[in-house]
């Protein structure tokens, strides 16, 4: 099987309009910096409250460290695809099937990400969030097969961000999009505090001539959309099940407070023809859940005792 960092080059079909018909969308893969996202709470902030901000809650040996890579060397592999069937969207993107048919092989059933023209920054940030949870990809996250970039010419148009727009008002050329980390503090704050987010994010966040896209691996439909599997949710099991899946976040620092419901949970696909579920390496359990759209996670370095106490109530509420 192909490595998650094999690709380095998507063709897309079906992806861009442009005036010069039957071009495919070449779009090449961003290398994210491993301190592109920030600790949550900011540091700024914890030194200028520490009497909200006690010791007590937080590891005094700081934020859990990225674990060692096990993936090989970065490929050099160009991947065609064709744009498939729409399969849903969301605050950050827009989710449609890929065909790899005629592709050199060794994948399982893929999707592909698209941002939405004003959330490149979330869809960027959800990018890293994989790369730092690679151990975890398989087990109770989709396998990640990379964040890719195209910076669009004047007549690129996406097909997909006209024809599933947002019907509320979270959206449009006007919204900056800020990382989890920073949500609710003014630029003026910040100013004061001294601390911004990563000049790359801080660009993808005003962007709006670029298309950014993640190439995911294709998981069982949603629960609240597949009627076989709806039973599952009445059952006794069906929280126990999903504060599970959270808390192996939470062993690397990881918390998805802001976002957590049963919208964000899918299963893992059938194996074959995709890949096999990967026991924790934290419990050595085996789930079933899939944990989807993490462009609002965030990476803090509080107790592990008390990230779990906290998800307790947020997964009790997702019922």
Not at 34 to 52: C, F, I, Q, S
Not at 307 to 317: D, T
Request: glycine share 6%; net charge negative.
């Amino acid at each position: 099987m192909q490595a998650q960092n094999a690709i380095a080059t998507l063709i897309v079909r079906g992806l861009v309009d442009s005036t010069t018909p039957h071009i495919a969308a070449h779009l090449e893969r961003i290398n994210l910096p491993e301190g592109l996202v920030d600790l949550y709470p900011l540091l700024a902030k914890r030194k200028a409250d520490p009497d909200v901000y006690q010791p007590r809650t937080f590891r005094p040996e700081g934020p859990p460290t990225r674990p060692p890579s096990s993936l090989p060397a970065p490929g050099s592999l160009a991947l065609n695809l064709e744009l498939g069937e729409y399969i849903g969207s969301g605050r950050s993107g827009i989710v449609f099937a890929v065909d790899t048919t005629g592709t050199h092989g060794g994948l399982p059933p893929l999707v592909l990400k698209i941002a939405r023209q004003e959330r490149c920054q979330s869809v960027a940030r959800e990018a890293w969030f994989y790369e730092e949870l690679e151990c975890l990809q398989g087990v109770v996250l989709p396998r990640c097969y990379g964040c890719f970039r195209l910076d669009l010419q004047d007549g690129q148009t996406v097909p997909a961000w006209s024809a599933h727009e947002l019907d509320d008002s979270d959206a449009g050329d006007d919204l900056v999009d800020v990382p989890a980390e920073y949500h609710g503090y003014s630029a003026n704050a910040l100013d004061i505090l001294d601390q911004h987010p990563h000049p790359l994010l801080t660009e993808l966040g005003t962007a709006r001539d670029c298309l950014v896209v993640l190439l995911l691996e294709r998981l069982a439909p949603a629960p609240t959309e597949w009627i076989p599997e709806r039973s599952f949710w009445l059952t006794e099991n069906a929280e126990p099940a999903l504060l599970a899946a959270h808390r192996e976040l939470a062993h690397l620092g990881v918390e998805t407070i802001l976002d957590i419901g049963l919208d964000n949970v899918m299963f893992a696909p059938p194996s074959p023809p995709g890949l096999p579920t990967m026991p924790s390496p934290f419990t050595g359990l085996t789930h079933r859940l899939r944990i989807i759209d993490l462009d609002l996670a965030r990476k803090c370095d509080l107790k592990f005792s008390f990230l779990s106490r906290a998800l307790e109530g947020w997964v009790r509420r997702a019922f």
